[in-house]
Each structure stands twice: as C-alpha cells, then as structure tokens.
C-alpha cells in the first residue's frame, strides 16, 4: 500500500513539472473586445433567424389546419360517393332482374302473339289474300309476316275456298 502511495505521488509531481515547464499565453483585449463583437453578430443574426422560423412555423400550423379541413372534406365527400355507388349498384341489380324478366316476359308474349298470327293465318284474316303466282292453284295464298330478324312466308289456302 505504501508503495503505491509513493507511485501516485511521483506521477502527480511528475504532471505537475510538466504543468509548470509550459508556458501560458493570453490574448490581448483587442482580440477579446473583437471576438466578443463577432459573438454578438453571430448571436443577433441567430435571434432573427429564430424570429423568421416563429413566423414560418406559424404560417406552416395555418397551412396544416387548412389542410385538415381539406381532407375531412374530402372524406366527407368520399363517403356520399361510396353511397351513392351502393345505391347505383344496387338499382343496377334491380334493373338486371328487371331486365331478366322482361326478356323472360317477351318470349312467352312472341310466342304467344306467333300462336296467334297463325291461327289467323290458317283462318285467312293476317295478312292479304293474293293468289300465289308460282301455284297455278289459285286457290292458294301466300302471305309473309316480318318477325324480328326474319320475315316468314306462308302458303295457305283460306277457309272458305
């Protein structure tokens, strides 16, 4: 213990000879006054670059609010959208069924109404009684009825003749 006692203390003395050894310089009070000045600038020209940045940061939380209000508008107006798209949506399903039974609906009426204009073909009534001009029998009609895409001809002999 005492030994090391005696090492610390050597190097303390040691360290402080070396500190004693170097010399110690110190500035004029013209370099101290013109380093206090250019310190000042510095600081005068930070305090309005502090003043400039309040000013920013308050047009900046006017610009955010502004654009929070935007986008609840925004959203607001996306949601009637997506309503309004529900609803089109379903009026397209409606319109589809409508649709399927319509289509459902004009075939049982085409064949219906096709039942008829034979039955009145057959009785003479439909359609005009011209004499057929390739028949030599002038007792034979024709009478063509246009329906949808196609036009039907008919050779018929009236009731009656």
């Given at each position: ?9 050597s190097?303390?003395?040691g ?16 370099d ?8 000042e600038?510095q ?9 400039s940045m ?16 935007k986008i ?11 309503d ?9 399903k409606?319109?589809k ?13 085409y ?19 011209k ?25 018929f ?5």
């Amino acid at each position: 213990m005492k030994q090391s006692r005696r090492i610390a203390g050597s190097i303390l003395v040691g360290a402080l000879c070396f500190a004693m050894a170097m010399p110690a310089f110190a500035d004029s009070k013209s370099d101290v006054s013109s380093q206090i000045n250019s310190l000042e600038g510095q600081a005068s020209e930070l305090e309005s670059e502090l003043a400039s940045m309040k000013a920013n940061k308050t047009s900046i939380e006017s610009y955010i609010a502004e654009l929070d209000t935007k986008i609840k508008e925004t959203l607001s107006a996306l949601d009637t959208v997506s309503d309004e798209i529900e609803q089109t949506d379903q009026e397209i399903k409606t319109t589809k069924a409508n649709l399927k039974e319509a289509e459902a609906n004009q075939e049982i009426q085409y064949e219906a109404l096709k039942a008829r204009i034979i039955d009145k073909i057959r009785q003479g009534l439909a359609c005009q009684k011209k004499p057929s001009p390739s028949s030599g029998d002038k007792r034979l009609c024709i009478c063509t009825i246009p329906c949808r895409k196609r036009t039907y001809c008919f050779l018929f002999r009236p009731v009656g003749l």
